[in-house]
């Protein structure tokens, strides 16, 4: 397993001058458990970095790096905040469906051009309000 986020974490602590203990406890989570996300043994939630970032002072951002650990983290907040997303998507989605760009066009019809504009706009309200959401559970 890849242990470049372990490697991360632990970097920041030392850096920090922080004890494995001291980390574990302050963040809620079980010494072993720190030891082993530090040696790769074990990937944590979302939930859990959310938890080290707060202790070490520092965003979330500071666990990414440049190679596939950036894909982790994203892919534990997405499924950490599942629903949430759900919620967002279908809200997004009854919102273009009553919208009156969609009255404008035949959707039998509709050429590349008209496709392309409406999931634009559809990718930029999704990231509007993702951006928002993040920023609220961030805080």
């Excluded at 074990?42 to 596939?68: G, M, Q």
Aim: with cysteine; charged share 30%; aromatic share 8%.
């Amino acid at each position: 397993m890849d242990n470049n986020l372990g490697n991360i974490i632990k970097d920041i602590r030392t850096k920090k001058k922080m004890s494995q203990r001291y980390l574990a406890d302050r963040a809620g989570i079980s010494y072993s458990y720190l030891c082993n996300v530090e040696n790769g043994k074990h990937k944590p939630s979302y939930e859990v970095l959310f938890k080290l970032s707060k202790v070490l002072d520092v965003t979330i951002s500071a666990f990414e790096s440049n190679d596939s650990d950036n894909n982790y983290l994203i892919k534990e907040l997405i499924k950490s905040h599942a629903q949430e997303l759900v919620d967002i998507t279908s809200t997004v989605i009854d919102h273009v469906n009553n919208s009156y760009v969609l009255d404008k066009y035949d959707l039998s019809t509709l050429d590349g051009d008209a496709v392309r504009d409406i999931h634009g706009l559809i990718v930029d309200v999704v990231k509007n309000r993702l951006n928002k959401y993040c920023k609220k559970i961030g805080e």
